[in-house]
C-alpha cells in the first residue's frame, strides 16, 4: 500500500507529465560578434497625411500634444518606460490642391483633399496645410533627425486634366509635358521656404508608387491624390529637380522611387519595372547615377508582398541581393497591412495585438533579409478601434462628428510594436548579424521566435518577437562586448503592457518572453 507521501509524489508526477507544470520554457541561444556587422540603420519613421488639417486645427490641444508625444518623445515616464516610440523620420506630404477645388476635384473623402501651397495665379499662399505643418513642426522640437517631404500627384493647375489623379488608363504621368520644370521649381521652392523657417527637408520624393495607373473615370469618385509615372518620365522629373535643387542652393536630396511593391525594385514588367537596374547601372540609358542631389538610395513599398512567410522572405532577400549589387542603399518608405495576408488564415476581427505581432514580423524580416536601412510606416492614425483590425495605423481617431471638428484618440499595439525598433534602433546604428543554435529555416523561425541585433558605440540592442504562444527563454552570447547592465521592454496583449521596463537579470539564465509578446532588449557597457 502506498504512503501518503509516495501517493502526494506519485499524483504530482502525473500532473507534471500530463500538465507540464515543471516544464522549462524552451530556449534559444543566439551567438553575436560586434564585428560582423550588416546594413547601417539611418531612421524609423511614419507619415502624417490625410486627417491631419482636422486634427490639428479643430481637436482639443491636448489629443494632439498626446500624438506628438507618442510619436516623437525619447522621454521616460516614473517607471523608466517610454512616453513615445522616438521616430527618426517624419515623412510630409505636399499636397496637389485637391483640396481647393472641394467636391469637384472628384475625391470623395474630403479628409483626403489635401491643400496645395502654390496657388493659380502663381503666387504662394504659406497658411496653407497649417495642420501638416503643425506636427511637422513638433517632430522637428522633439529632435526628429529626418524630415522627408513627398509628392503624390503635382498641382493640379500643372495636370494634363486639372485633377490630382488619372481620368484616363494608360500608365503615363498625368503632368504635362512642358511643366517638369515647373513641377520641380514648384518642390525646390517649397524646400527654400521651409529652411528659411528653420525646417529642413532632409529628403524630397517627387514620386509616389508609381506603378499603379491612379485611374478613376469621371464622376466614378477618386480615393486619393495620386499619378503614375514610367522609369523615363521618373528620370525626367529628377533630373529636372535636381537643377532646381541647385539653383536654390539646397542641400536637399532626392527620394526614389517609392515603388509600390518591392518586387517592382529588380523585376516585373511594365513602364516602372527593374527600378534598381534602371536608375543606378550607369551605362543605362536612364542612369541617375551623376545627378549631385542624388544619392545612391532607392526606396519601396512593403505593401502586397507580406502574404506567407516563404514568400515574404524570398521577396525581401531578392531586393537585398539586387540593391547589393547596384550598390544602392535600400529604404522601406510606406507599409501598412492593405491586403489579408496579416490575417494569416485567420477569418473575422483580427486582435490589434495579431495586427502587431504582424507587423513586428514584417519589419523584421525587411531588415533581416532585405537589409533596408530605414523603415517608414503609413500611416500614423486614422479612425478605428484600438482593440480590433489595427491594420492601418499607429493612433486610433474617434471623431464625433462627420465634420471632423472634435474627437478621442487612442494608441494601438502598432504604435509599440514599431516602438520596439523606433525607440532604441538609432541613426548610424548598425545591425549585427546573428547565428541561433536551434536549427530552424527562415520560414519556421518566422512562427517561432525572431531575433535582430543593432550596435551602438555604448549598447546592443535586441528585438524580439515570440509568435509562439508559449514563454520562451533567450540566451544571448556577445563577442567582443563587456554587457555590464540592461534594461528589458515588454509588450504583450494585455492593456496597459506597452514597453514596461523591467532590469536585465544575468544573461546565463536568460531573459524570458511571454508567448505573443514583444520584447527589446537593451545591453550596456
Not at 509516495?6 to 534559444?28: N, R, W
Not at 521616430?87 to 477645388?101: D, H, V
Request: glycine share 8%; proline share 4%.
Amino acid at each position: 500500500m502506498l504512503t501518503m507521501k509516495k501517493l502526494l509524489f506519485t499524483t504530482l508526477s502525473i500532473l507534471t507529465t500530463v500538465v507540464g507544470y515543471a516544464q522549462k520554457p524552451k530556449e534559444l541561444v543566439i551567438k553575436i560578434d560586434i564585428k560582423n556587422k550588416a546594413q547601417r540603420i539611418d531612421n524609423f519613421g511614419a507619415a502624417g497625411a490625410w486627417f491631419t488639417e482636422g486634427i490639428a486645427e479643430n481637436w482639443p490641444t491636448q489629443n494632439r500634444e498626446q500624438m506628438a508625444e507618442w510619436l516623437f518623445s525619447k522621454e521616460f515616464d516614473a517607471n523608466g518606460s517610454p512616453k513615445g516610440i522616438g521616430l527618426s523620420a517624419w515623412r510630409f506630404n505636399i499636397g496637389g490642391g485637391t483640396a481647393e477645388q472641394g467636391d469637384s476635384s472628384g475625391i470623395t473623402d474630403f479628409r483626403k483633399r489635401v491643400e496645395c501651397f502654390l496657388q493659380p495665379d502663381g503666387t504662394y499662399d504659406w497658411t496653407k496645410q497649417a495642420g501638416y505643418v503643425w506636427f511637422t513642426k513638433k517632430a522637428k522640437a522633439y529632435g526628429v533627425e529626418s524630415l522627408i517631404a513627398f509628392s503624390n500627384t503635382p498641382p493640379v493647375q500643372f495636370t494634363k486634366n486639372g485633377r490630382g489623379y488619372k481620368t484616363t488608363k494608360d500608365y503615363v504621368s498625368n503632368l504635362k509635358p512642358e511643366y517638369y520644370g515647373d513641377y520641380a521649381r514648384f518642390l525646390a521652392t517649397v524646400l527654400k521656404h521651409f529652411d528659411e523657417e528653420g525646417l529642413h527637408f532632409n529628403y524630397i520624393s517627387p514620386v509616389n508608387e508609381p506603378q499603379w495607373d491612379w485611374y478613376h473615370a469621371p464622376g466614378q469618385g477618386a480615393k486619393q491624390e495620386g499619378s503614375p509615372w514610367c522609369n523615363d518620365e521618373i528620370a525626367r522629373v529628377a533630373k529636372a529637380l535636381d537643377s532646381a535643387l541647385t539653383a536654390t542652393g539646397s542641400t536637399s536630396q532626392i527620394l526614389i522611387t517609392e515603388a509600390a511593391q518591392l518586387d517592382f525594385l529588380y523585376g516585373k514588367t511594365g513602364n516602372a519595372s527593374q527600378q534598381t537596374q534602371i536608375f543606378f547601372t550607369p551605362k543605362s540609358k536612364l542612369a541617375l547615377t551623376n545627378l549631385k542631389h542624388l544619392p545612391r538610395l532607392v526606396g519601396g513599398h512593403s505593401y502586397f508582398t507580406d502574404k506567407g512567410d516563404s514568400a515574404r522572405i524570398a521577396i525581401r532577400r531578392h531586393v537585398a541581393d539586387t540593391t547589393a549589387k547596384y550598390g544602392v542603399t535600400f529604404w522601406q518608405t510606406e507599409y501598412s497591412m492593405l491586403a489579408d495576408g496579416y490575417r494569416e488564415g485567420k477569418t473575422g476581427r483580427i486582435p490589434a495585438m495579431d495586427c502587431a505581432l504582424f507587423l513586428s514580423k514584417v519589419i523584421h524580416d525587411d531588415l533581416v533579409y532585405g537589409n533596408a536601412a530605414a523603415w517608414q510606416l503609413w500611416n500614423s492614425w486614422e479612425p478605428g478601434n484600438p482593440d480590433f483590425d489595427t491594420r492601418y495605423y499607429l493612433i486610433a481617431l474617434n471623431p464625433v462628428n462627420k465634420e471632423y471638428a472634435d474627437g478621442t484618440i487612442a494608441a494601438t499595439k502598432n504604435l509599440w510594436a514599431l516602438g520596439h525598433y523606433s525607440r532604441f534602433v538609432r541613426p548610424g546604428m548598425h545591425r549585427l548579424n546573428v547565428t541561433r543554435n536551434d536549427g530552424l529555416t527562415p520560414t519556421q523561425i518566422a512562427q517561432d521566435l525572431m531575433v535582430s541585433a543593432y550596435a551602438g558605440e555604448k549598447e546592443i540592442v535586441l528585438v524580439v518577437i515570440n509568435y509562439s504562444n508559449e514563454e520562451r527563454v533567450l540566451k544571448p552570447e556577445i563577442s567582443g562586448f563587456k554587457v555590464k547592465g540592461g534594461e528589458v521592454y515588454l509588450t504583450t496583449e494585455e492593456k496597459g503592457v506597452d514597453m514596461n521596463r523591467s532590469k536585465v537579470g544575468s544573461l546565463k539564465s536568460g531573459v524570458k518572453i511571454p508567448g505573443r509578446g514583444m520584447m527589446t532588449v537593451v545591453l550596456r557597457r
